[in-house]
């Protein structure tokens, strides 16, 4: 590559390891010893996948494997290749294999990006070890990845960078002066280094890119040192990251659920936050507490219900940002209620009950009957008006008798729903006693 195209070329490319040596992270399976640095050095790779967040260096490591295997290396992106792509390059593996008597190492950057189809067509390849696959993804393998592909691949897990591990690449790429910005004559203090670092929140990518930016403002202002100021234009706002179809917005939705549950205010709070500013539809969110408040609430606040309804109302009607708010303080409100999810139990052992029985006919009592012939057949015979008893409540069978014994709702002592529970306790004695 040419002086020229390097300076072209955006820092994170320029600045990119080009070997085990340069390359920052992932100590567990770079390690000595590790698993992943056995196979690179031993050049005994099996197919495997690289999944991790972005800028962690999947495609680097890709690279560094591609210089230290004696295997024949060929990379594609899922973005662009298809199926008559991919049938070319295994023909040719093949042909490599035949021939040379080795094997060809398939790289394939974002393969989730793949269909199925375009997926089965490396299954007898990496079965015949014609091809090694190996793949990397940002996207959760076991929801990406077919299941009869992904039972032959090797995953390993990419981890986010630390602060250190960051500070570490900005550190290098500021003070190269061939590769980097040495040239440039711009320093930076230690702080404004982890601030840019805890900005990019584990990528490495966005760090350099971050940093080139800074620099270019810093030298167009005539500095020889980074700013606050610089770093603040460079970044704009931290980077949230988050897919609203990927495995981060269920993660972060189950964040929030379980936090909920454990009556945590404060980190139920952050996490709708990370949710609502990295831009998820409101309303799901909003369908989310509905949920919630029947299923881990209930009839130990029922008021809880009326709460989350009237929340995603408020969306609807005044929309974003103001409907933050209104989704904030009901979250406050889940969190602080206490929680039962006898409800949810209740309905899920019933339904348990509906399904895996035979359907009992109605008792005869409990039927309608609007006309003669079904009073002469002895519907609605023996049915009792609950309003006629002092309680409000008559001493009627409503259960098919084969059910009769069943007690699908069992109420905790929480909140509201103590009071419930007290009161069949003494309904219970009640009736016991007239026994």
């Not at 500013?277 to 008021?303: H, K, T, W």
Request: proline share 3%.
């Amino acid at each position: 590559m040419t002086q020229s195209k390097q300076v072209q070329a955006p820092l994170a490319e320029r600045i990119r390891p080009r070997n085990l040596g340069e390359f920052v992270g992932q100590s567990r399976l770079l390690a000595t010893g590790g698993v992943l640095r056995q196979m690179i050095e031993s050049d005994q790779l099996y197919s495997f996948v690289l999944w991790g967040p972005p800028g962690v260096g999947k495609t680097t490591l890709a690279r560094i494997i591609a210089k230290q295997t004696n295997s024949k290396w060929i990379a594609f992106s899922a973005v662009t290749a298809g199926i008559k792509e991919i049938k070319a390059v295994m023909a040719e593996a093949q042909a490599f294999m035949n021939f040379e008597g080795r094997r060809t190492v398939l790289f394939v950057d974002e393969i989730h990006r793949f269909n199925k189809a375009q997926q089965d067509a490396f299954l007898p390849y990496v079965e015949a070890g014609t091809i090694a696959l190996v793949g990397a993804t940002t996207e959760n393998p076991s929801f990406e990845i077919n299941s009869a592909l992904l039972s032959r691949l090797k995953v390993f897990v990419l981890e986010e960078l630390s602060t250190d591990d960051l500070l570490l690449v900005l550190t290098r790429a500021l003070t190269d002066k061939d590769r980097g910005l040495g040239q440039s004559g711009v320093t930076a203090s230690d702080n404004l280094m982890r601030l840019l670092c805890t900005y990019a929140s584990g990528d490495a990518r966005t760090a350099l890119n971050s940093l080139e930016l800074a620099v270019m403002l810093a030298k167009r202002n005539s500095q020889t040192e980074l700013t606050d100021e610089e770093i603040k234009q460079a970044v704009q706002q931290a980077v949230l990251k988050y897919d609203k179809d990927g495995e981060n917005h269920f993660n972060l939705i189950s964040a929030l659920h379980k936090s909920l549950r454990n009556s945590d205010a404060d980190a139920s709070l952050y996490w709708l936050a990370r949710m609502l500013e990295a831009g998820e539809d409101p309303l799901y969110i909003a369908r989310r507490l509905v949920r919630f408040a029947s299923e881990d609430i209930g009839l130990a606040a029922p008021q809880t219900l009326s709460q989350a309804v009237s929340a995603m109302h408020a969306v609807e009607l005044i929309g974003m940002p103001e409907g933050k708010v209104a989704l904030a303080q009901v979250v406050v409100f889940m969190a602080l209620a206490p929680k039962s999810n006898a409800v949810y139990m209740a309905y899920n052992n019933a339904a348990t009950d509906a399904l895996s029985t035979i359907q009992h006919p109605v008792p005869m009592h409990l039927r309608n009957a609007p006309t003669s012939l079904m009073k002469e057949l002895g519907y609605a015979q023996g049915y009792r008006y609950a309003h006629d008893y002092a309680e409000g409540k008559a001493d009627m069978k409503c259960l098919p008798d084969e059910l009769s014994h069943r007690k699908y709702y069992l109420p905790t002592k929480r909140g509201f729903e103590g009071k419930i529970a007290a009161s069949r306790a003494r309904s219970t004695s009640t009736t016991e006693d007239r026994s």
